[in-house]
């Protein structure tokens, strides 16, 4: 049983005692979740290019950056970075690299090229325009969205050139994820109403350079869409339910039955964020150095601006008006109210940062109790999983019923947890279960690689001493034995050879 008090949980959600609901989605497909709470009024602060913001102060001291498990260049206070340029090495297999975010000149941050009169600022990249077929441009979006350092924007962080790759060398089917997931964030609703007017021309790049048999855009319902852009794509209409804006949702109400990973259908799934990143990088030449961000908090409304990546939590709480005394206290965490991890003040802004979160320092602990089998956990599972089945699973250490049971499955979405009446952190317990399983599963395939290598490697020193031994024992001028003795040991060095490839 996994403790909320023990775990990076907080209490947020678990507080909230929301209705269940469903609604269809284009598709006939029903979604389960919970039903939005909409955020009151929006207070909205322009980080980037607002008077009220002290930007200096997010550098002085080394900048921050989350590294993406990358190993970062050494950068001491006062180093002058150019805005765009990479602060990694290139070609991490797994995790893109960071591009630089900022140009520290004379205390100023230039965010944009424009934002100092009379600056120029020569984009780091080269860009470049579709080519006429599908796997030229892949291919160069793919080197782009490496070079440029993309990963998801709507919280996951997985890079953006693994999923371009992931595709096959069909026509795809790409989906424009504008759905703020979590309640209370507002961070894509500011980007969609910021940035409008270039939708039309990403949709337009979109249909020259990916050439996808089906365009779909994604958003909530009651979003007002312009003409230009319904004439671009088609509008996928989501209800007011959280998670409706997950990625394995969408890929469920556009495919039915649903492979396990979206880019399985050749299904590519983009945070609005994310496309924008991806256009930038390829259209002007620059890789994204801000985002987006929600500050909540308990009391007051949202708060949403535009923030440079590097940015430390402190500055942020500074520009968006908390005092000292609410900074030195309080709790903090990134993300929204469901999926967010608590964080320290001294964290900075990257391009995951969809929210900051400010909790009261002294939020209650919550202990949790045994389940008592009221069974509210299934209905509201967006992925239709039995919660307590696998709750129970999990507890018991049962692998082989967790795995029938379709673990792997789990988002993490918190859900279930937001109605447990026990206080169990269900989505920790089966993420950590379902992430234990593949962990296990992956040290079981080396390790029986490892074993099938040593085996063929004792064989084939028994083979090489048996030879060895023949040949010693061979009558001395008997040249026909001699060369039988060395063919024998070219056939089994052959045979050897063999049974290492690959059938
Ligand atoms: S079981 Fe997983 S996917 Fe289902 S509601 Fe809980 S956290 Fe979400
Ligand atoms: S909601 Fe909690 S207490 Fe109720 S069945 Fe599910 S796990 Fe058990």
């Not at 006429?132 to 969205?145: E, F, H, P, W, Y």
């Not at 990916?210 to 852009?229: F, I, N, S, Y």
């Not at 234990?436 to 290598?453: F, H, L």
Request: charged share 20%; glycine share 8%.
């Amino acid at each position: 049983m996994v403790n909320k008090a023990d775990s990076q949980q907080v209490t947020t959600a678990a507080e909230r005692a929301p209705s269940v609901s469903g609604a269809s989605l284009r598709g006939g497909l029903v979604t389960q979740g919970l039903e939005m709470v909409t955020s009151p009024g929006l207070g909205l602060i322009n980080t980037g290019r607002s008077e009220r913001c002290n930007w200096s102060e997010a550098v002085s001291g080394p900048l921050r950056i989350e590294a993406n498990n990358c190993e970062l260049r050494d950068f001491s206070p006062g180093t002058r970075i150019a805005k765009g340029a990479l602060l990694t090495a290139r070609g991490q297999p797994h995790f893109a690299p960071v591009a630089a975010r900022v140009e520290p000149v004379a205390g100023a941050l230039n965010l944009y090229p424009d934002a100092h009169e009379g600056e120029t600022a020569i984009p780091p990249l080269a860009p470049f325009a579709p080519a006429m077929d599908l796997k030229s441009n892949l291919a160069q979006i793919i080197a782009r969205a490496r070079e440029a350092g993309i990963v998801g924007m709507g919280g996951a962080g997985f890079p953006a050139w693994r999923k371009l790759a992931a595709l096959s060398s069909d026509r795809p089917v790409v989906v424009i994820n504008a759905v703020e997931c979590e309640p209370g964030l507002a961070s894509d609703r500011a980007l969609w109403h910021a940035r409008q007017a270039d939708l039309p021309h990403v949709l337009a790049w979109l249909h020259a350079s990916l050439m996808p048999h089906r365009l779909e855009l994604a958003v909530k319902m009651g979003t007002q869409v312009p003409d230009v852009v319904r004439g671009l794509c088609e509008v996928l209409f989501t209800p007011h339910i959280y998670p409706a804006g997950d990625e394995r949702i969408l890929h469920r109400a556009l495919v039915a039955p649903p492979a396990e990973r979206p880019t399985d259908d050749n299904v590519l799934v983009f945070n609005l964020a994310t496309l924008f990143a991806l256009f930038d990088a390829v259209v002007t030449g620059w890789p994204p150095l801000s985002r987006w961000v929600t500050v909540l908090s308990p009391d007051g409304a949202p708060r949403v601006g535009e923030v440079l990546f590097g940015t430390t939590f402190e500055s942020l709480l500074s520009v968006a008006g908390f005092d000292d005394s609410v900074r030195d206290t309080c709790t903090l965490a990134t993300g929204g109210p469901f999926m967010h991890k608590l964080v320290s003040g001294s964290g900075c802004v990257g391009p995951t940062t969809t929210g900051l979160i400010v909790l009261p320092e002294s939020s209650p602990a919550v202990v949790a109790t045994p389940c008592i089998g009221c069974g509210r956990c299934d209905p509201v599972c967006p992925m239709h999983l039995p919660v307590q089945q696998l709750h129970h699973a999990a507890d018991a250490g049962r692998d082989d019923q967790l795995r029938a049971l379709r673990v792997s499955n789990c988002s993490g979405c918190g859900c279930c947890d937001a109605v447990c009446p026990s206080d169990l952190s269900l989505a920790t317990q089966l993420r950590q279960a379902s992430l234990e399983i593949e962990r296990r599963a992956v040290a079981e395939r080396i390790a029986a690689v490892t074993q099938a290598k040593a085996e063929r490697h004792t064989a084939r020193e028994q083979r090489r001493s048996e030879s060895r031994a023949r040949r010693r024992n061979t009558p001395a001028g008997d040249m026909g034995a001699v060369k039988r003795a060395r063919l024998d040991d070219l056939i089994a060095r052959a045979r050897d050879k063999s049974s290492r490839e690959p059938s």
